[in-house]
């Protein structure tokens, strides 16, 4: 016959945080890494004005719905953190499934936008724009992977109110490159 | 208010920050033909109110070396904000949200992805 003891030790709590201050070191690293490619775009194009974007044009509109678009998914994604931290999980798994639409919607409207511009990189600025706006696209599509196996881990039950965190890491690596995109939105779409 | 593990980030975001301000108007004025002139002639304004302004009112000499310390102070500061925000990873802060008056054992890792 076993007894009871007792004082019953604290539960085993599962590690927390680990993921959250991972994904901000790696969204620094992936800050960093636009902000050279627009500083880059920005020593180009200030020492060659005469000839960028005379052959060329970009337009505002998809700029604009992109923005939008990543604005949108920043609340989606917010209201995933609210939802899993509360444990309603089906809010939680419409959220994530709205952020990634609003993630898609972003990619389709960047290979448009380009297809659009129809720059070469035969062209002085083609590199460059390239790159930065490459690099930005890589990255949502980055955090679409990220956010879609964060929520298919919920799926499995894997994060609850209990343990957010991988809601929480998916949401701040988005908001890191929707601020991200502001820049790349204001240094190459607005100041042309 | 502010964690230990923060202020190394707030201090190397002050220091990149004055390092910015500092390198655009060096640059700036490198490029003008000669920082002292520059900032005793008539462009001293403007060679101050480029690196305040981001480039915005006046220059900022070389972007690059520019652009690249003033992310650095960005990163560094939100990343001493998100510290101080975890207060560090401090489990006494982990015990306090799952309302334990104790620090209870944290589960070891058993895969990659745990």
Same mark, same amino acid.
């Given at each position: 016959?076993?007894?009871?003891?007792?004082?019953?030790?604290?539960?085993?709590?599962?590690?927390?945080?680990?993921?959250?201050?991972?994904?901000?070191?790696?969204?620094?690293?992936?800050?960093?890494?636009?902000?050279?490619?627009?500083?880059?775009?920005?020593?180009?194009?200030?020492?060659? &004005?005469?000839?960028?974007?005379?052959?060329?044009?970009?337009?505002?509109?998809?700029?604009?719905?992109?923005?939008?678009?990543?604005?949108?998914?920043?609340?989606?994604?917010?209201?995933?953190?609210?939802?899993?931290?509360?444990?309603?999980?089906?809010?939680?798994?419409?959220?994530?499934?709205?952020?990634?639409?609003?993630?898609?919607?972003?990619?389709?409207?960047?290979?448009?936008?380009?297809? &659009?511009?129809?720059?070469?990189?035969?062209?002085?600025?083609?590199?460059?724009?390239?790159?930065?706006?490459?690099?930005?696209?890589?990255?949502?599509?980055?955090?679409?992977?990220?956010?879609?196996?964060?929520?298919?881990?919920?799926?499995?039950?894997?994060?609850?109110?209990?343990?957010?965190?991988?809601?929480?890491?998916?949401?701040?690596?988005?908001?890191?490159?929707?601020?991200?995109?502001?820049?790349?939105?204001?240094?190459?779409?607005?100041?042309? | 208010?502010?964690? =230990?593990?923060? =202020?190394?980030?707030?201090?190397?975001?002050?220091?990149?920050?004055?390092? /910015?301000?500092?390198?655009?108007?060096?640059?700036?004025?490198?490029?003008?033909?000669?920082?002292?002139?520059?900032?005793?002639?008539?462009? %001293?304004? +403007? %060679?101050?109110?480029?690196?305040?302004?981001?480039?915005?009112?006046?220059?900022?000499?070389?972007?690059?070396?520019?652009?690249?310390?003033? /992310?650095?102070?960005?990163?560094?500061?939100?990343?001493?904000?998100?510290?101080?925000?975890? =207060? +560090?990873?401090?489990?006494?802060?982990? /015990?306090?949200? %799952?309302?334990?008056? /104790?620090?209870?054992?944290?589960?070891?890792?058993? +895969?990659?992805?745990?």
């Amino acid at each position: 016959m076993s007894i009871i003891p007792a004082s019953v030790p604290a539960p085993v709590l599962p590690r927390r945080r680990q993921l959250l201050f991972g994904t901000m070191f790696v969204s620094a690293a992936v800050a960093m890494f636009e902000f050279s490619l627009v500083a880059s775009y920005l020593a180009e194009r200030a020492g060659k &004005r005469n000839v960028w974007l005379t052959e060329n044009s970009i337009p505002l509109t998809q700029p604009n719905m992109q923005f939008a678009a990543l604005i949108l998914g920043s609340i989606f994604v917010q209201w995933a953190v609210w939802a899993i931290a509360r444990n309603e999980r089906g809010q939680a798994y419409l959220a994530l499934g709205c952020t990634a639409v609003m993630a898609a919607a972003f990619l389709n409207q960047t290979t448009f936008l380009w297809q &659009r511009v129809g720059m070469t990189m035969a062209q002085a600025e083609g590199p460059f724009f390239y790159a930065v706006t490459g690099a930005n696209f890589a990255f949502i599509a980055l955090a679409l992977g990220f956010i879609l196996l964060m929520a298919f881990r919920a799926l499995g039950g894997q994060y609850s109110a209990r343990l957010p965190d991988g809601i929480s890491a998916a949401a701040l690596f988005w908001h890191v490159n929707v601020a991200l995109y502001a820049v790349v939105w204001l240094a190459v779409y607005i100041m042309k | 208010m502010f964690t =230990r593990g923060s =202020r190394l980030f707030f201090g190397l975001a002050t220091a990149s920050l004055l390092g /910015a301000m500092l390198y655009g108007i060096i640059t700036n004025g490198l490029q003008s033909g000669g920082v002292i002139e520059t900032l005793t002639g008539k462009g %001293a304004v +403007d %060679a101050v109110l480029g690196p305040l302004t981001l480039g915005y009112k006046g220059g900022v000499g070389d972007h690059i070396g520019f652009s690249l310390l003033l /992310a650095f102070a960005v990163c560094s500061l939100a990343i001493g904000i998100g510290s101080s925000a975890f =207060r +560090d990873g401090d489990p006494e802060a982990i /015990a306090e949200l %799952a309302n334990l008056d /104790a620090v209870p054992p944290v589960s070891e890792p058993n +895969d990659l992805s745990a």
